[in-house]
């Protein structure tokens, strides 16, 4: 249905100025597609702007008939006629058509770097097919440094020609509110979000975002998990979830233990970083963003062996790469926390080796390559 009717719109013209902003992982503020379609608004040019979401396309429950409908009618209309499309996901409707020629096809993807497998390194059967079908429109792959170029070209399906490590627009965020900060009670990010869930501003706030995992046992094991953390932490901490947004769907209006505070729904994850005193998380992506802030992370790997041989797997050797300790249960990450033993020196490389331009100018990079001939 769709390529029929981008089919019929392909007899209009392209428009020079028109961006597609196809955010179906993520349509909040911190997103890097959204990001930079804000961008591009600021050079006040004459662009204008078109959006698929989520919700258009029926992923999120209270999402109106009326918007789905017209993702089968507006979508390919916006498809056909933009010169310019910004992504944050893979957009599988594009596995049924071919981009029309001199239209840039943006992949700006919702993380930053990779730890697990994921892609056509990961999937099989149909959505592989798919996906290496979808991704062959795109024009251009946007990463944080030369380091991952090969890792995501393989993942995406790509020539390693148009993978550019210019740096992600969500990385100059992070470092533009890093430079605001002196102290707890300067950090607008925090007391924001402190307020909003109404927590002490003396408490410290740890962060647990887990990965998805494919066989759904994240979500069986959950809660025994965050009231294992919960339990073992010391007094001064407060956790807040960031999770999944299939789990955290699944779970929402759940119960959750004391000091355990529900995070999920937050619009602008860069928020929540910035808010944040320690990282605990397992294989996610997450930890790329958050090693720019040089806050301590560990990784609470309770399932490491049963993840690398039965799920997706790694890219490296698991324990020697993460920039944090492993711990197998609770008990282990409440103890690395009380006596504060994070390796932060390993963190500070990682950052390093990760970041070929930590400088807070990647949008102004992407807007360069963006407006090209």
């Not at 946007?142 to 992600?168: C, H, M, Q, T």
């Not at 430079?179 to 408490?203: A, F, P, Q, T």
Request: proline share 4%; glycine share 6%.
């Amino acid at each position: 249905m769709f390529s029929i009717m981008y089919n019929i719109f392909r007899l209009f013209p392209l428009k020079d100025k028109l961006v597609l902003c196809i955010c179906t992982h993520d349509d909040g503020d911190g997103s890097n597609a959204v990001l930079a379609a804000n961008a591009l608004k600021e050079l006040n040019d004459g662009y204008s702007f078109s959006y698929i979401t989520k919700r258009d396309m029926g992923l999120v429950k209270d999402g109106k008939l009326l918007s789905r409908l017209s993702f089968f009618v507006a979508g390919p209309y916006a498809v056909a006629r933009a010169k310019i499309i910004l992504m944050d996901n893979v957009f599988l409707p594009f596995a049924y058509l071919r981009i029309r020629k001199n239209v840039k096809v943006i992949q700006l993807w919702h993380g930053t770097g990779t730890i697990k497998k994921f892609g056509q390194d990961a999937n099989t059967g149909r959505l592989k097919e798919l996906e290496y079908k979808a991704n062959k429109n795109i024009t251009h792959l946007i990463v944080n440094s030369d380091r991952i170029k090969s890792i995501y070209a393989g993942a995406f399906g790509v020539d390693e020609s148009k993978v550019y490590p210019i740096g992600l627009p969500r990385t100059d965020e992070i470092i533009k509110r890093m430079k605001g900060i002196s102290d707890r009670e300067h950090n607008g990010d925090k007391v924001n979000l402190y307020n909003r869930h109404g927590i002490d501003m003396g408490k410290k706030l740890v962060l647990y975002a887990p990965t998805f995992r494919d066989d759904g046992q994240d979500l069986v094991r959950l809660p025994e998990l965050v009231e294992g953390i919960v339990r073992e932490l010391p007094e001064e901490y407060v956790l807040g979830l960031k999770l999944h947004p299939f789990i955290a769907d699944a779970v929402k209006g759940r119960d959750l233990p004391d000091r355990a505070v529900q995070m999920s729904f937050e619009p602008d994850l860069t928020e929540i970083l910035m808010a944040s005193d320690i990282l605990i998380t397992d294989y996610s992506s997450i930890i790329f963003e958050y090693c720019l802030l040089e806050r301590p992370m560990i990784f609470f790997a309770y399932d490491l062996e049963e993840f690398s041989c039965q799920g997706r797997g790694f890219y490296m050797d698991y324990e020697s790469y993460v920039p944090g300790p492993v711990a197998r249960d609770a008990s282990l990450v409440a103890s690395i926390i009380s006596a504060g033993n994070y390796n932060m020196d390993k963190a500070v490389k990682f950052k390093e080796d990760h970041f070929q331009y930590a400088d807070g100018s990647a949008i102004k990079r992407l807007l360069e390559l963006i407006r090209q001939p």
